[in-house]
Structures are given as C-alpha cells and as structure tokens.
C-alpha cells in the first residue's frame, strides 16, 4: 500500500517518522509505504490540487491513495476555509469526480482523501504543553479548552512561538526543529485522543490498511 500525503511544509513531514511508530504499533501487517510532498506553506487549491492529486494517482510510479492535509488557518485577512468542514468539502469539490487511472476502475475521488489540522498543525502539538514548557524555560500556562478549538485569532503556533520568545531559552519557536523535538519525548496516542482530527486522518490510514480503527 502506498500513499502519497500533501502537506504544507516541513513541520507536519518532521512528524512522519512518529506517525510511522504509531501506525507501526497499530497494524499487525505490514504498514503502508508513506511518501509526504511538502509545499511551501500552503497546499494546492482548485485545479492546482486536482492535477497534483491526479499526477500522484496516475503517474509511472503511482500511489494507491492521496491524502491532502491543510490547516484550517492559513493565513491572510481573509482565511481560505472556515473549519474543518469546510477545508474538508472544499478539497473534495477541487478535486472533483476526475477519471478512472487503476483497472480496478475506481475513481480518483474514492481514492483522495482531505483531512485537516484545526486549527494548524500545531494544535497537535499542545497536548505537550510540559514539554513545550520545559523547551522555552518558562511556565506559561496552557492554552484552555480542547486544543482543536484555538482559533484563527491566535492559532496553536502563536501560542507556542509566544512561550518560546518569553522563556529563557531565547529562541524564537522553530517549527520544523521544535515540533521533532516536542514530539520525541511523547506518546502519540495522547494526542490522538484530544484531537479529533488527528484521529480522523490516522483512522483513514488504519481502515486503507485494513487495520482496527480507533474508536
């Protein structure tokens, strides 16, 4: 099995090798080739992502399934999606009912599967609010609430990059270095547990495999 997963940069391909260990300790079988094309912050909209989603499923080496992972902040004054319903809708209408590219005639449709981070990716990160502490040397309390329900206003990576800039570590929050580093010491389940969509996007990988889904 082989699945190509498009993301927005190198902080969500710096959590692969964890997302591994986890789908490792998750399937009995043999777990699933997974090959992550990082864009420049911001993943292919509209018929950009069709034509990547297409290339990914009909090309000489060809992947079985096409993820799309997005944050739901994006950036700008005026946000591209307005939660993870509708990043999710959105990427399903880009990429549309396209032609058939297997002899098992299933469509690109049934094999591309939109999956976001709400709000961005780091929101993954802050179940690790003590170990994000113990980095920037400052006991800043954690964000409240559920940490899928920080919002465009000041999303989970203003509030990381904060802590980091007033604690006496001196940095400023590195993302791709940062988040390796937060989630080395951490058991993914935690966050699996908080955060819906994480769960989600993991539990469309364990069904592909044929593996048990995470209740």
Same mark, same amino acid.
């Given at each position: 099995?082989?699945?190509?997963?498009?993301?927005?940069?190198?902080?969500?391909?710096?959590?692969? &090798?964890?997302?591994?260990?986890?789908?490792?300790?998750?399937?009995?079988?043999?777990?699933?080739?997974?090959?992550?094309?990082?864009?420049?912050?911001?993943? &292919?909209?509209?018929?950009?992502?069709?034509?990547?989603?297409?290339?990914?499923?009909?090309?000489?080496? =060809?992947?079985?399934?096409?993820?799309?992972?997005?944050?739901?902040?994006?950036?700008?004054?005026?946000?591209?999606?307005?939660?993870?319903?509708?990043?999710?809708?959105?990427?399903?209408?880009?990429?549309?009912?396209?032609?058939?590219?297997?002899?098992?005639?299933?469509?690109?449709?049934?094999?591309?599967?939109?999956?976001?981070?709400?709000?961005?990716?780091?929101?993954?990160?802050?179940?690790?609010? =003590?170990?994000?502490?113990?980095?920037?040397?400052?006991?800043?309390?954690? =964000?409240?609430?559920? &940490?899928?329900?920080?919002?465009?206003?000041?999303?989970?990576?203003?509030?990381?990059?904060?802590?980091?800039?007033?604690?006496?570590?001196?940095?400023?929050?590195?993302? =791709?270095?940062?988040?390796?580093?937060?989630?080395?010491?951490?058991?993914?389940?935690?966050?699996?547990?908080?955060?819906?969509?994480?769960?989600?996007?993991?539990?469309?990988?364990?069904?592909?495999?044929?593996? &048990?889904?995470?209740?």
């Amino acid at each position: 099995m082989k699945i190509a997963i498009i993301v927005e940069g190198k902080t969500e391909k710096a959590f692969l &090798p964890h997302l591994r260990a986890f789908l490792k300790n998750c399937l009995a079988g043999e777990t699933p080739k997974l090959d992550v094309l990082p864009y420049d912050g911001r993943i &292919p909209k509209e018929d950009k992502l069709r034509r990547v989603v297409e290339n990914l499923l009909g090309g000489s080496k =060809p992947a079985d399934h096409v993820i799309a992972l997005t944050d739901v902040y994006t950036g700008g004054t005026s946000p591209d999606f307005l939660d993870a319903q509708d990043a999710k809708k959105k990427m399903r209408q880009w990429v549309g009912a396209e032609p058939r590219f297997h002899p098992h005639e299933i469509s690109a449709l049934h094999r591309f599967h939109p999956h976001v981070a709400q709000y961005d990716f780091e929101a993954w990160l802050l179940p690790y609010w =003590p170990t994000i502490q113990k980095l920037a040397r400052h006991n800043k309390g954690a =964000p409240g609430g559920n &940490p899928e329900t920080v919002n465009h206003h000041n999303p989970p990576a203003y509030r990381i990059k904060e802590i980091f800039e007033i604690g006496k570590c001196r940095e400023s929050y590195v993302k =791709p270095r940062d988040a390796a580093r937060i989630l080395r010491e951490n058991d993914l389940s935690v966050a699996v547990a908080q955060c819906s969509e994480l769960k989600a996007m993991i539990n469309t990988i364990l069904s592909l495999c044929g593996g &048990p889904v995470i209740p």
